[in-house]
């Protein structure tokens, strides 16, 4: 009687329970960025791929669930099955080319043994993701030992120039630094580079300038009798200098401007023109005289002139003789025939030249041979009057 109910239920839902067919299996399939769902799973993955319009390539691969299987591998999927295709891309650099499913770069490239080194330039980066045919630029790194100083560092580098070679070793060129050899060469074969830290300072150095001195006549000092009228002052020269240092030792020091920044100002000596006659009595009777000078006074004789030979010649013709008084040039041509009175000598005339004694003003007075006297000791020398003419005094002896 049950038996009979269930049947006729089941005529009337239109299903025969004898002969009804379970429902596939449906499983995910995601291929070409679009997930398919509901997709029968079939006896094997191509069938579901069938199903789901999705046809393999050459080198595609297929995971289930994220584990390799083959198209054709009998499986027997249960409900949540993800079939994921993952498609072939070619990738080609320089000494070959292979086809991977590899998702990057990176993972393509350890798949075909290529081992990448730290220093290694890969274009496009290994975390590119692969997509049809990629083409990379793998260029190996090489050592490269650069020194700067006294440091030394080794790095790992492709570049080509030895400036891209500086860059990728931290050491680049900055401001007037330089390399050898030059940024722009081909790194050496033998891989060694020298880096030189240039560096430049402006000095400001500063050079005192000496200051002329300067007589002028001053008529209300008496002859021979000096005054400042002006001091002096140094001036202050100033050179701008550019020194240039290589790896901190100066190498060169270039003198780029000079100007006075103060003009040296002259000091200026007042010299006495005013002439006063004076009178003094002496052992010898009283003399008028308008100038008197200290001086160191020698003695010399015709055969007492300090050479091997006698003479009497002297610088005016007159005979040498007591009365005859030497001066140093300046002096004769300023004074020739000029009368003077030393104490102890007496009265006598310039009329010859003599040498002269460093440092200090001097005569040499004159005497024959028989009455030659010796002297060595300073005296006060007066010139006595008639004054001659201004124009031709000697207003500062030397």
């Not at 200290?294 to 002297?314: I, M, V, W």
């Not at 009455?371 to 000697?394: A, C, G, H, M, R």
């Amino acid at each position: 009687m049950h038996r009979l109910i269930l049947v006729l239920f089941l005529a009337f839902l239109g299903s025969d329970p004898l002969t009804t067919t379970p429902e596939p299996v449906r499983v995910a399939v995601y291929a070409d960025g679009t997930l398919h769902r509901g997709v029968p799973g079939g006896a094997a993955p191509a069938d579901a791929l069938e199903a789901a319009g999705i046809t393999l390539g050459d080198g595609d691969a297929l995971q289930r669930n994220g584990l390799p299987i083959g198209p054709d591998d009998h499986w027997n999927p249960s409900g949540g099955e993800v079939l994921q295709v993952l498609r072939a891309a070619r990738l080609t650099w320089e000494s070959g080319e292979i086809t991977t499913t590899a998702a990057t770069v990176g993972a393509a490239l350890r798949e075909a043994g290529i081992a990448l080194r730290a220093g290694d330039r890969i274009e496009p980066a290994p975390e590119t993701p692969l997509a049809g045919g990629l083409s990379v630029s793998l260029d190996r790194a090489r050592p490269v030992t650069m020194t700067i100083g006294d440091r030394r560092l080794t790095a790992w580098t492709p570049a080509e120039t030895v400036g891209e070679a500086l860059l990728d070793g931290g050491l680049g060129l900055q401001g007037l630094d330089y390399s050898l050899p030059p940024a722009g060469d081909p790194v050496p074969p033998e891989g060694e580079i020298r880096v030189v830290r240039v560096e430049e300072e402006i000095l400001l150095e500063q050079v005192t300038v000496p200051f002329d001195t300067l007589t002028q006549p001053a008529p209300d000092l008496e002859i021979d009798t000096q005054q400042v009228v002006q001091v002096g002052a140094y001036g202050l020269q100033v050179s701008r200098v550019r020194v240039r240092y290589e790896d901190g030792v100066e190498v060169a020091r270039t003198t780029e401007a000079e100007w006075v920044a103060a003009e040296p100002q002259p000091r200026i000596i007042g010299y006495g023109t005013e002439i006063v006659v004076r009178s003094l009595d002496t052992p010898d009777g009283p003399i008028e005289y308008w100038r008197s000078v200290q001086a160191y006074a020698t003695s010399y004789s015709p055969c007492r002139l300090g050479t091997d030979s006698c003479g009497n010649t002297t610088a005016s013709g007159l005979p040498l003789a007591k009365g005859m008084v030497a001066v140093i040039r300046p002096w004769y041509n300023a004074m020739v025939f000029s009368q003077v009175y030393v104490p102890g000598y007496g009265v006598g005339v310039i009329a010859d030249i003599g040498g002269g004694v460093s440092g200090q003003h001097w005569i040499d007075l004159g005497y024959s041979d028989e009455n030659w006297q010796s002297w060595s000791q300073t005296v006060t020398v007066y010139f006595l009057t008639p004054v001659p003419p201004l124009d031709s005094v000697l207003w500062i002896l030397p």
